[in-house]
């Protein structure tokens, strides 16, 4: 039998090691900041690693960032409904001047300023609600509006005001349902005309009354003719569509003698 220090030894180098001082720091922090919905790469250590929907948002990005510059040096970024940051962090990755991004929920703005901070990116995160931000200053070369249009009970009213903040692009991304085709449609139909409501392609918005996905919050859920409806009915112009559920638009049409959609609805004047 070898000696007993050699036998400490062999018991030693067959326990696997542990991770890194670090990675187990950053992990611990991690975890004390609560349930992740991104999952970020934060020096190796992944904040959402079971997600059920995989390597999310991740798996969207890699179709989504082919359809934006990699060089953002100069440009000013609005994220709505940032969540964890996954997209502000991007965006300043590739060299944008200053990006704000905003949520209502206290638990993101932490895991998001926790994640910049981690990574040393200088990003701005603030509490605001989808239907403030249009009283933000000023306009943003890019706004990302990623995955909220659905969890909201107004969603065109907060698009409308949205659309006061896009300087150049709005990234636009939902979770839809139905219909995955856009069909073209005439500019009017007569009023007993009911069949063209038949058509599984016709604009459709799907009313959750209760919960979706175990999530009380899924309240509108578009099929895509009703995305690229809506899209196109705010004064947006429909430029690249980089994955099923992201549209890239431009606002050419967002003005009607020089005031906006939304505030010439309110006042009666549309």
């Known amino acids: 039998m070898p000696p007993l220090s050699d036998r400490l030894q062999i018991a030693s ?3 696997p090691p542990g991770p890194p001082a670090h990675e187990a720091t950053l992990a611990r922090r991690i975890a004390e900041l609560g349930d992740w919905f991104h999952n970020l790469d934060l020096h190796g250590v992944p904040t959402a690693p079971h997600h059920f ?5 991740n798996i969207k990005w890699q179709h989504i960032s082919q359809a934006i510059p990699e060089d953002l040096t100069g440009a000013t970024v609005l994220d709505i409904g940032c969540n964890a940051g996954f997209y502000s962090l991007h965006m300043k990755q590739r060299g944008a001047r ?3 991004g905003v949520d209502v929920d206290e638990r993101y703005l932490s895991q998001a300023r926790f994640a910049a901070e981690t990574l040393d990116l200088e990003i701005d995160f603030q509490k605001h609600s989808v239907y403030d931000v249009d009283e933000i200053p000023g306009q943003f070369d890019y706004v990302l509006f990623m995955g909220l249009f659905y ?3 107004y969603p065109l009213f907060a698009l409308d005001k949205i659309i006061k903040k896009v300087g150049q692009r709005l990234v636009f991304q939902t979770m839809i349902r139905g219909s995955e085709e856009a069909s073209t449609w005439d500019d009017d139909y007569p009023f007993w005309n009911k069949e063209v409501f038949l058509d599984s ?14 999530d009380y919050t899924n309240w509108w859920i578009p099929n895509r ?3 690229e ?6 004064g947006l ?9 992201t549209w890239i638009c431009a606002p050419v049409n967002v003005k009607r003698d020089g005031r906006y959609i939304l505030d010439m609805e309110l006042d009666g004047t549309l």
């Not at 929907?53 to 948002?57: M, V, Y």
């Not at 392609?201 to 175990?214: R, T």
């Open 225 to 227: 003719g009703a995305v």
């Open 229 to 234: 409806s809506m899209l196109r009915s705010s």
């Open 13 to 15: 180098n067959s326990v």
């Open 98 to 100: 200053y990006v704000l």
């Open 53 to 57: 929907l995989g390597d999310f948002p």
């Open 151 to 153: 969890h909201l009970r």
């Open 237 to 245: 112009e429909i430029l690249e569509h980089p994955e099923l559920e």
């Open 201 to 214: 392609n016709f604009p459709a918005m799907y009313f959750i009354e209760k919960s979706y996905s175990h």
